[in-house]
């Protein structure tokens, strides 16, 4: 799966980790799909473990994703101030 993944074209994809309601931090990853991302983070050693939500960053809203946020492991506080991110009960 990941062989084939690998033929697609690379975007940004946002990753949530969390393990049952903990979050435990989020990244945003340069990859070809859901399976590279996870796998990229991994490589970097931002993967905090647990389950992981991923979904593609359209490139309209990539603007609002500065630079430093990427590649890196950001904590909740980082995600909800300077990505506007909110709890699924929200």
Not at 5 to 16: D, N, P
Not at 21 to 44: D, K, M, P
Not at 56 to 81: F, G, M, Q
Request: proline share 4%.
């Amino acid at each position: 799966m990941v062989a084939q993944e690998r033929r697609q074209s690379l975007g940004w994809f946002y990753l949530s980790f969390a393990n049952g309601y903990e979050f435990r931090g989020a990244t945003i990853i340069w990859a070809h799909g859901i399976l590279t991302a996870v796998q990229r983070a991994s490589e970097l050693g931002i993967d905090p473990g647990g389950q992981v939500l991923c979904c593609p960053i359209p490139r309209k809203h990539l603007r609002r994703v500065p630079d430093h946020l990427r590649h890196r492991l950001l904590s909740e506080a980082e995600v909800r101030e300077m990505l506007d991110g909110k709890s699924i009960s929200e």
